[in-house]
């Protein structure tokens, strides 16, 4: 609960990237004792949202160029496998479930209000998931869920800004239909594209921070 409670601050912006994690003042927050807040904190760390500083301790992650490239390069890899493989293995149900996650992701795009991030970014990774699990390879599926919470920071920020929802909805689309032709070239373009199109809008947010930060 300490975990999901902090993860979400971090994510709605509640805790600001550079802000630090005081295990007291969280611990009085939130009633519980230091140690389930040091476990989190811990947990948090790993997921890529906290680092640890020397000599000042816990502190909530900077969103960086330099750690959406890293994400986006594993990303990109692993998602182009991953719909390869899908090409060959996803079956009649799983492609209406890709559809059907489609349409709810576009469904709520039109309908749900915009401050509410965590429900679009979730019906997001829901298209996604099917893709995963079509694969039928557990291993790959592990390492994409590994890399979740990491992504799941920039598709936040991505889709913060409505202007991207046409481009979301079209990049879903292509990649569907590339899966339902089992056309393994259209299906992982359409996938690179979509990765890379995320890539160039969260970059722009980044420098955006940066510039507003230096003036």
């Known amino acids: 609960v300490v975990f999901r409670t902090l993860r979400q601050a971090i994510l709605r912006g509640e805790l600001k990237p550079g802000e630090r994690l005081m295990e007291i003042r969280l611990a009085n927050q939130l009633g519980v004792s230091r140690t389930p807040i040091r476990e989190a904190i811990r947990m948090l760390e790993l997921d890529g949202l906290v680092i640890m500083v020397p000599r000042k301790g816990a502190q909530v992650a900077q969103i960086t160029e330099k750690d959406l490239n890293d994400v986006l390069e594993v990303r990109l890899g692993l998602e182009e496998l991953a719909v390869k493989l899908a090409c060959q293995r996803i079956t009649e149900s799983e492609l209406q479930k890709l559809y059907q996650a489609s349409r709810s992701f576009e469904q709520m795009l039109e309908t749900t209000e915009t401050d509410d991030l965590q ?61 339902k032709n089992r056309d393994k070239e259209a299906a992982t373009l359409a996938m690179h594209k979509h990765v890379k199109n995320q890539a160039v809008a969260v970059k722009s947010v980044i420098q955006c921070q940066d510039e507003a930060e230096n003036e």
């Open 119 to 179: 429900k679009l970014a979730q019906a997001d990774v829901a298209f996604h998931d099917v893709i995963y699990q079509a694969t039928n390879n557990e291993r790959l599926i592990q390492l994409l869920n590994n890399l979740r919470e990491q992504i799941y920071r920039y598709r936040v920020e991505y889709i913060k800004n409505p202007d991207n929802y046409p481009v979301l909805i079209a990049e879903h689309n292509a990649i569907a239909e590339g899966l």
